[in-house]
């Protein structure tokens, strides 16, 4: 019989969740609006009639091996969501626990959404084959998923792999973390406003953005301009790949990946960000690791990227 | 039958090896002058003269269950000494393979000597149970082996964990490695010496160094005036330890390790190196992970320390 997982991604806004296979073919997809369940046993139920309603429209006969879920601040050890600044729900959510009420029988997985994206990676993408390697995910923020030996770095607690947090400059610019210099303000959607802005800010030549406010800006503006050619937004995608490569040479000298995978958003700006990146990474790797380690976009990036990754995560527990 | 591992610590002048238990006994060492052989065949047959020697002396039966080795730039994946800048073998050493003439029948294993020293602890030491932590060895360099998950982080080419090598001050200190700023121009043994030196240049105050050259400074003399309460090495010592802190900080960002253990010859000015270096890790420790990392000494340093993280490399892998 046909084997499939539920891959569950939980956002601030919706939580997209499809049936998978092996081979990460959709069998059927929902959404359940995130914010509009602040109870979070309404949510479940919610998420458990949705899930329901796709698996009776699957034509074929079929067993449900388990549930994946990506989710920010997620415990991957005790299952639970803590502390979420973008969910509606408060505190420590003892998410697999008060699932397995619906679902007592099959194993569920919870992990955040980067640790989520480098096992879909391994499993349907382009790390296939691989046991070392480094997944970073540019969204609104950095997050960052570390495989080593085959098997994700979860740490002590199940928080490892917040590349995004790495000081790249002292005393530079504020986090939302409290601290100053994090890789994220700099590398993400949120940093490279902020890079456009600074631009704007120290150069003279005209520019599109210069009628546009902060909060108008987005990103994908800015990705878009450059694949214009105009040169605010070059430069911009250019300052944000030397920080970002400055980083991964330092990631690189700690875990000598095989590759590393571009995520999301920005990873859009193709040879833009792809470019300077490459670049200044070999500039400052250490010689050991020069010219040996892959940077790569990420094969499974698109639209049900998220859901696949976190019907991933069973994939891989068990072949483990 | 008592069952023991033969450990071997190669070091540029010397490599010292003895026969160990699962508990760390040792049962007889003994000591082959390195540099006296860049024969390298001639080299193993004295190491193997060694050996023999030793075993003999072991008064109850034993059984040799492997031969567990740490030397600068070992390949754990190809048993192989690459280019090692202090060893009188050039090019690429078939360490393990050349070894197997002597010893066909059991497991030989090498790596480098933060990963013997990680491995050590976790077998013998301060870390036995834990499952996640960093080892960062304080010598003439900076090495660090890096355990996640129980296992090893040997990366994709076997050289992980070059944590003297992240880049803490961009521009600032020449390395060794070429580049600038790498961690261990601020936290090794030669690099207490550049900052002692700095200081007397940035200062005024006389000191006991004031009389010494670079060449004839030690870094245990800036240990024993520490300890003896002289200003500038304390100040030497409170620098090192905000640059090792800085850096740790953003090492437990990617890999969220319980604890983090110091070996090696700057741990021992105790206090001196611990409290500024706890200071500087936590005032810089994302939030996730402020006052949960334990900063300890290691629990194997002393003098048989290298030869047990050695052989603990086979007790480790026989446990797997």
Redesign the interface.
Known sequence: MKQLVVGIDIGGTNSVFGLVDREGNMYGEGVVPTRKYPDFDQYLEELFIGISNISKNVTEEFELVGIGIGAPNANYFDGTIWNAANLVWKGTVPFVEKMKRYYPNIPIIITNDANAAAIGEMIYGGARG????IVVTLGTGLG?G?V??G?L???????????G???VN?GGRMCG???KGCLETYVSATGIKRTAFKLLADHLEDSEFRNISFNDLTAEMITKAALNGDPLAIEAYEYTGMMLG?AL???V??????AIFLFGGLAKAGKYIFEPTKKYMEL?M????RN?VKLLPSGIDGKNAAVLGASALIWQEREQ
Chains 1, 2 share one sequence.
């Open positions: 691989m046991k070392d390697f960052s570390f080593s030996g098997r770095v979860y740490g002590h607690d199940s928080f490892a792999g917040e590349l947090h790495v000081i002292r973390c409290g601290r400055q040479a330092d990631a000298a700690i875990t000598s990946p095989e400052h250490l010689a050991n690791f040996k």
